[in-house]
C-alpha cells in the first residue's frame, strides 16, 4: 500500500496520531457528534415518546451519532480512505455499544444499568473496533480507559443537567423558557458525555492503530493481510 496522504510515513506505513493529540481531538471531535444526537432528544424528544417511545428516540440518536461520524471523525483513522475505513469500524462498534448499554438500561434502570452498561458498552465497542482494526492486543487496556473516560463523562454529565434544570438555573441563565432551559440542561450533559466518550475513543484508536502499524501495516507486504483481517472493509 503506496502512501497517498500527510499521514503516511516514507516507508508506506500509516502515520498514526500520538496519544495526546489522539485524545484531545478526538474529544473535541467526539462532543460535536455528541451535541448532535442528544440534539434529538432535546428538541424532539417529546414527539419521539409521544409516537414511537423510549426505543425510537434511542434509535434516532444512534443513527444521528452514526452519520455525523463518518463526516467528523475520519481524520482519527490513519492511512488511505480515512472514511470508508472510519465507518468499516465505528458503525459496528457504536451499534454493539447501543445495544448492550440499552439491554442493562432497559432491565435495570438507574444505578446499576448505567453502571453496567457503561462498562458492558465500553467492552463493547473497543472489542468490536480492535477486531475491525485487526488488532485485539491492547483491548483490555483500551476498555478500562474507555470505561473511566465514558462513565466520567456520563454521570458528570448527569449531574450537569440536574443542576442546569435547576430553578435557580434560569436566572443565571438569563431568565430563559422552560423549553429552552430543559433544551440547554440535555445539550449540557451531551457535551460532557461527548468529551469522556470523544477521549476514550480517541485513546482506543490510538493504541488500535499503533500496534498494527508497529508491526508493518500499510507496508506493500502486509497488504494482503490488511485486506483479510477487516482493516480496509468500508462496511458496518
Avoid at 500500500?1 to 499521514?7: G, I, P, Q, R, Y
Avoid at 470505561?147 to 441563565?173: K, N, P, Q
Avoid at 440542561?185 to 475513543?201: E, M
Amino acid at each position: 500500500m503506496k502512501a497517498v496522504d500527510s499521514e503516511t510515513a516514507d516507508s508506506g506505513t500509516p502515520r498514526v496520531r500520538g496519544a495526546v493529540r489522539s485524545v484531545i481531538e478526538g474529544a473535541i471531535r467526539f462532543t460535536l457528534v455528541s451535541l448532535g444526537g442528544f440534539a434529538v432528544w432535546a428538541f424532539a424528544g417529546g414527539w419521539f415518546y409521544r409516537n414511537t417511545g423510549e426505543a425510537g428516540l434511542y434509535a434516532a440518536s444512534t443513527v444521528v451519532f452514526i452519520g455525523l461520524a463518518g463526516w467528523l471523525l475520519h481524520p482519527l483513522v490513519a492511512g488511505p480512505h480515512p472514511v470508508a475505513r472510519l465507518l468499516g469500524v465505528f458503525v459496528p462498534a457504536f451499534l454493539a455499544y447501543a445495544v448492550v448499554w440499552c439491554v442493562f438500561w432497559f432491565m435495570l434502570r438507574f444505578g446499576a444499568g448505567e453502571w453496567l452498561g457503561s462498562l458492558a458498552g465500553s467492552v463493547a465497542f473497543v472489542g468490536v473496533a480492535g477486531w475491525r482494526f485487526g488488532n485485539l492486543r491492547p483491548v483490555v487496556k483500551a476498555s478500562l480507559v474507555f470505561f473511566a473516560a465514558h462513565s466520567a463523562g456520563y454521570f458528570a454529565g448527569g449531574e450537569l443537567m440536574d443542576v442546569m434544570s435547576g430553578a435557580g438555573a434560569r436566572e443565571w441563565l438569563g431568565g430563559v423558557s422552560r423549553e429552552a432551559q430543559g433544551a440547554l440542561a440535555k445539550l449540557s450533559w451531551g457535551l460532557l458525555y461527548g468529551i469522556g466518550f470523544g477521549a476514550g475513543l480517541g485513546y482506543a484508536f490510538h493504541v488500535l492503530q499503533k500496534g498494527k502499524a508497529d508491526r508493518g501495516f500499510g507496508n506493500p507486504n502486509h497488504s494482503r493481510a490488511g485486506d483479510s483481517d477487516g482493516s480496509s472493509r468500508s462496511s458496518r
